[in-house]
């Protein structure tokens, strides 16, 4: 506590902002009070979701790990409670007798509820509650254009997001005091949570590992990020996703070192930050859009769960398609070109509903962010924030162009780990015994036709 601190103790309330650095709420309530509780709650609500899904799971768990021992560095503990995330810090607030909550501000509607249900229990309780910007680098409506209560279009808001001053990024504490925290709870195993189990190729959570990632990433792969961030097949773009989503990473911290470090692939680098920043904003301002389109267009969506199911299973015969599929499956990521075409092939050749396609990702992906995914989806579905909202990307052109030897497919579609070269985009190509031998689908539709299709005015 630094001179002139209130008496009495706060409690952190770590939600997705699982570090000790750059972290404006345990900042704050270190400096403010004279014992400070550190808690996460694994909440029943948000368990029984997508948050709950094993490769989520699994990646949270690592998150607590690593902060527990962040935290026992500096003398506490990490509390953890599992159930109503409202009463269980209640409960923790009355037990020890603390007068304020501190945590991290965030735009999603279930986030937004559960403030709002917070602060009403606060207000009965006259504790303080107080809510930190850091889960994004500008805090949503920060930044707002004249007339508007938030940014359409991404080029305007870059413009002003990238003219705005930053302010310095905020230490860990050195010491946390904190109150006597017998019976901290302990961190489950992620499968005592849920026992499906994650997908095999899964990156370890945690602070320390994203420190050890983005370290990896200024020394070798900034640099040549805007040539190689669209390559299929390259290690070209940060990895970073999952640790800015569990805030592990302070987006703030990532854009500094980043800019810092400097060279050609920085500029295009902290675009893709901004793009972050600028769903967040949408979401802040349209809390319905995950279930509503942000720019309905009188849409009726083809219901076809076979087409559906070939497209989770990575069964489209479209190899390109397959491969981001199954990259998906297998390693709980997907490579942001692969997840466009894979978005393109749903909701514009087969023209299934983007929602559909939104859920199928949640459930999935380790970086799953209710902004970024279903602003993505709507992007490219044509019901979003995309200037051009016809545009329909075409596979084969696009695997030619990004992946154009085909190693991006042979590695995550083993059945034709065999073809070689360019070839394996087209096995519709290949003789028709070498193709029967492949035991590889035949395209679920045509491309062309089927856009084509979906496109056609209906009466
Ligand atoms: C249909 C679809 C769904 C998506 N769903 C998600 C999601 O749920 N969570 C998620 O974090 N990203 C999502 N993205 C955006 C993007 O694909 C991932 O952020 C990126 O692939 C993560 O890999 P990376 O960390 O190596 O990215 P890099 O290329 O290294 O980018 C650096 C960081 O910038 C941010 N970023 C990059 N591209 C975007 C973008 N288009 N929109 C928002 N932020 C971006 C991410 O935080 C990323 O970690 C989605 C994209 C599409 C097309």
């Known amino acids: 506590m630094s001179a002139g601190a209130a008496p009495g103790g706060a409690l952190v309330l770590f939600t997705r902002d699982l570090r000790v650095r750059d972290h404006a709420a345990l900042a704050s309530a270190v400096r403010e009070h004279d014992r400070v509780l550190a808690a996460f709650v694994l909440d029943r609500e948000l368990l029984s979701g997508s948050c709950g899904a094993p490769n989520r799971l699994a990646f949270l768990i690592d998150c607590l790990e690593d902060l527990e021992r962040s935290l026992a560095e500096r003398g506490t503990h990490l509390v953890v409670r599992r159930g109503d995330v409202v009463q269980e810090t209640m409960r923790l607030v009355e037990e020890h007798r603390l007068v304020a909550i501190h945590m991290s501000d965030d735009p999603t509607p279930y986030a937004r509820s559960r403030h709002a249900r917070l602060a ?91 420190r050890e990632q983005l370290g990896r990433w200024l020394r070798g792969g900034l640099e040549r990020y805007e040539e190689r961030h669209d390559a299929l097949p390259e290690q070209g773009t940060s990895r970073l996703s999952a640790y800015l989503h569990f805030g592990c990473l302070s987006p703030r911290s990532v854009l500094e070192r980043a800019r810092t470090h400097g060279g050609a692939g920085s500029a295009a680098f902290a675009r893709q930050l901004c793009w972050r920043d600028f769903h967040h904003q949408v979401l802040a301002a349209r809390p319905q859009l995950p279930s509503v389109d942000y720019r309905p267009r009188g849409d009726r969506w083809r219901r076809s769960t076979r087409q559906a199911d070939a497209w989770r299973a990575g069964q489209t015969g479209y190899p390109i398609v397959d491969a981001g599929m199954r990259q998906l499956t297998a390693e709980g990521f997907m490579h942001n070109r692969a997840r466009l075409i894979v978005a393109s092939f749903l909701t514009k050749t087969m023209y299934q509903d983007w929602r559909l396609g939104a859920a199928h990702f949640a459930s999935l992906l380790i970086d799953a962010d209710v902004a970024d995914n279903v602003g993505n989806w709507q992007w490219v579905a044509g019901t979003g924030n995309d200037t ?72």
């Open 388 to 459: 051009r909202p016809n545009r329909v990307l075409n596979p084969l052109r696009q695997a030619k162009r990004f992946d154009p030897h085909g190693d991006y497919v042979r590695r995550y579609v083993p059945e034709l780990a065999g073809v070689g070269g360019a070839a394996v985009h087209e096995p519709w190509r290949l003789g028709s015994a070498q193709r029967r031998g492949l035991g590889y689908p035949e395209p679920i539709v045509e491309h062309e036709a089927a856009a084509r299709a979906a496109r056609a005015p209906r009466g």
């Open 120 to 210: 009403r229990a606060c207000a009965g309780a006259r504790v303080a509650l107080r809510a930190h910007p850091g889960i994004t680098v500008v805090a949503p409506g920060a930044l707002t254009p004249a007339g508007g209560d938030h940014y359409r279009v991404f080029t305007p808001y870059w413009r002003a997001w990238s003219g705005l001053p930053r302010g310095p990024l905020l230490r860990a504490p050195h010491r946390i005091a904190g109150p006597s925290v017998l019976g901290a709870g302990t961190i489950p195993c992620a499968a005592a949570l849920n026992p499906a189990a994650p997908s095999p190729q899964l990156q370890r959570g945690g602070e320390n590992a994203g």
